[in-house]
């Protein structure tokens, strides 16, 4: 695991450097976008956040669950890269198609905030692009069986449903709690223990859940199941799948901190990132497990089919 080099207040002070990166092209790239060095706040420190976006002053705004406002710095970088490709998106692309150094700069950023190396991430455009290309790409077989909860986001219980139906895997949603306002870690977490069983493959939940703001105390389940799993041989073990991005972006920890196995997110809510941006992080003993569903234009596969 790669040593972390940013934290939460870190990665949203330097927001204009990953928008550059994620628009498609590194900074030192000819046509890049430009990266100068953000100004220091003034006294009124909330008063100059506030002053970053482009939010109506008519209404009071709680609305970053759903979709953030862009930042000045991502409406910049985002208004530089689309003028670039309007006035020659072929020679555009041509200077900024670099592999090893437009995605690695992206990934490399998200691997540093994740605390994780950059080669387990993937990139994708939501988290429910994250969530179902996890899930259907899980050698799951008739009869295995995936535990989630009756509080998981409509992605998550489609995802599922989907797989199941491709699969012949046995979705089962438990309640972990009757009201948000008196959820109990301890509870929680012993619904989920007692709620696997031996054919249990695939635990599936969310970090924090959108209908009640319950965060889920994620490491306590991760040390349940790796209890569960201690005495399980390889191919029958169980993987914590995190719904995270709701905690991504608010909660400064690394996924070394959290233990689960693979989390999904997008970067278009708390994190303040382009719209249409997402991760996708497993462990990389677990990476090999997964089908590929979509054919993927990074690194060593594209060079490989170049060549050829």
Same mark, same amino acid.
């Given at each position: 695991m790669t040593e972390r080099a940013l934290h939460r207040r870190e990665l949203l002070a330097g927001v204009a450097l990953a928008a550059g990166a994620l628009g498609g092209c590194s900074g030192a790239a000819e046509g890049g976008a430009p990266s100068a060095a953000l100004p220091a &706040?003034? &006294?009124d420190e909330w008063g100059s956040i506030r002053a970053e976006f482009n939010l109506s002053r008519e209404w009071i705004h709680f609305g970053s669950f759903l979709i953030a406002s862009h930042p000045r710095a991502v409406r910049e970088a985002i208004e530089h890269h689309r003028r670039q490709l309007d006035e020659n998106p072929v020679e555009y692309l041509a200077k900024n198609e670099k592999f090893n150094t437009a995605l690695a700069g992206v990934i490399g950023i998200a691997g540093s905030y994740m605390g994780?190396? +950059?080669g387990d991430i993937a990139l994708t455009d939501s988290t429910t692009m994250s969530l179902a290309t996890l899930y259907q790409g899980l050698p799951l077989r008739a009869g295995d069986e995936i535990v989630t909860t009756t509080h998981d986001h409509f992605a998550t219980h489609e995802a599922l449903r989907l797989v199941a139906q491709r699969t012949g895997a046995v979705v089962r949603k438990i309640p972990l709690y009757e009201r948000g306002a $008196? +959820?109990?870690?301890?509870a929680m977490v012993d619904t989920i223990?007692?709620?696997?069983? &031996? +054919?249990t493959r695939v635990v599936a939940v969310t970090w924090v859940h959108s209908c009640t703001g319950v965060k889920l105390p994620i490491r306590?389940?991760?040390? $349940?199941?790796?209890e569960a799993n201690a005495a399980r041989a390889e191919a029958d073990r169980v993987?914590?799948?995190v719904d995270g991005v709701h905690g991504l972006g608010v909660e400064d920890v690394t996924m070394a901190d959290l233990g689960c196995d693979f989390f999904a997110a997008g970067c278009h809510k708390w994190i303040f990132g382009p719209r249409g941006t997402g991760v996708l992080w497993g462990k990389p003993e677990h990476w090999a497990r997964l089908r590929p569903t979509i054919p993927s234009f990074g690194f060593e596969a594209y060079a490989?089919?170049?060549r050829d």
């Amino acid at each position: 695991m790669t040593e972390r080099a940013l934290h939460r207040r870190e990665l949203l002070a330097g927001v204009a450097l990953a928008a550059g990166a994620l628009g498609g092209c590194s900074g030192a790239a000819e046509g890049g976008a430009p990266s100068a060095a953000l100004p220091a &706040p003034p &006294p009124d420190e909330w008063g100059s956040i506030r002053a970053e976006f482009n939010l109506s002053r008519e209404w009071i705004h709680f609305g970053s669950f759903l979709i953030a406002s862009h930042p000045r710095a991502v409406r910049e970088a985002i208004e530089h890269h689309r003028r670039q490709l309007d006035e020659n998106p072929v020679e555009y692309l041509a200077k900024n198609e670099k592999f090893n150094t437009a995605l690695a700069g992206v990934i490399g950023i998200a691997g540093s905030y994740m605390g994780v190396e +950059a080669g387990d991430i993937a990139l994708t455009d939501s988290t429910t692009m994250s969530l179902a290309t996890l899930y259907q790409g899980l050698p799951l077989r008739a009869g295995d069986e995936i535990v989630t909860t009756t509080h998981d986001h409509f992605a998550t219980h489609e995802a599922l449903r989907l797989v199941a139906q491709r699969t012949g895997a046995v979705v089962r949603k438990i309640p972990l709690y009757e009201r948000g306002a $008196v +959820a109990s870690s301890g509870a929680m977490v012993d619904t989920i223990a007692r709620a696997l069983t &031996p +054919a249990t493959r695939v635990v599936a939940v969310t970090w924090v859940h959108s209908c009640t703001g319950v965060k889920l105390p994620i490491r306590a389940i991760a040390e $349940v199941v790796a209890e569960a799993n201690a005495a399980r041989a390889e191919a029958d073990r169980v993987l914590l799948c995190v719904d995270g991005v709701h905690g991504l972006g608010v909660e400064d920890v690394t996924m070394a901190d959290l233990g689960c196995d693979f989390f999904a997110a997008g970067c278009h809510k708390w994190i303040f990132g382009p719209r249409g941006t997402g991760v996708l992080w497993g462990k990389p003993e677990h990476w090999a497990r997964l089908r590929p569903t979509i054919p993927s234009f990074g690194f060593e596969a594209y060079a490989a089919w170049m060549r050829d």
